[in-house]
C-alpha cells in the first residue's frame, strides 16, 4: 500500500471536504436548533401560565372554619366556666352565711331558753321532779273525788 504524494493529497482533501460539509450541516443545524430555543422561549413568554390554587383555598377555607369553631368552643367553654365559677361563689356564701346562722342563731336561742329556764326556776314557777310527782297524784285524786275536791279548790282560793 504504497501511495503517492498526490493521491495522498487527494484523499486528505476529499476527507478534508466531507469534513467541510458535515461542518457546515452542523452548523445549519445548530442555527435550526437556536432557532427554535428562540421561537419556544418567544412562545413561553407568550403564554400565560396559571397555578390551580384551588386546593391551597379550600385548606385555607377549612382552617379559616376550624378557627372560627375553635373560637366559637372556647367562648361556650369560658360561658360555662363563669357560670359554674359563679354557682360555685354563690353557693360557697350561701353555705357560710347558713353556717354562722346556725352557729350564732340557734346558740342564741338555746342560751335564751336557759336563762328563761333559769329565771323560772328562780320565781319557783317550775315544779322540782319531787312537786311534779306530786301533783301527778294529787290530779288524780281530785278525779277520783269531785265532791271532795270542790270543797278543798274553795279552801285553797280562801288561802290567796
Known amino acids: 500500500m504504497n ?12 476527507e478534508s471536504e466531507i469534513i467541510s460539509e458535515k461542518i457546515k450541516r452542523l452548523e445549519q443545524l445548530s442555527a435550526q436548533i437556536e432557532q427554535s430555543n428562540r421561537n419556544h422561549l418567544e412562545q413561553l413568554k407568550r403564554t400565560d401560565i396559571k397555578v ?14 376550624v378557627a372560627e369553631k375553635t373560637v366559637k368552643s372556647i367562648q361556650t367553654t369560658q360561658k ?16 357560710a352565711a347558713l353556717f354562722f346562722a346556725f352557729k350564732y342563731g340557734f346558740q342564741a336561742k338555746s342560751e335564751i331558753r336557759n336563762e328563761y329556764y333559769n329565771e323560772l326556776n328562780k320565781e ?28 278543798l279548790f274553795r279552801e285553797v282560793n280562801k288561802m290567796k
Request: without cysteine; aromatic residues 12%; glycine residues 4%.
Open 124 to 151: 319557783g314557777r317550775i315544779l322540782s321532779e319531787k312537786n311534779a310527782v306530786f301533783m301527778e297524784k294529787f290530779y288524780k285524786w281530785v278525779d277520783k273525788n269531785p265532791n271532795d275536791s270542790k270543797e
Open 80 to 95: 360555662g366556666f363563669n357560670w359554674v365559677l359563679y354557682t360555685v361563689v354563690f353557693s360557697a356564701i350561701s353555705l
Open 3 to 14: 501511495m503517492t504524494s498526490q493521491q495522498l493529497m487527494k484523499l486528505i482533501l476529499e
Open 52 to 65: 390551580d390554587n384551588s386546593g391551597v383555598n379550600r385548606s385555607i377555607a377549612e382552617l379559616e372554619r
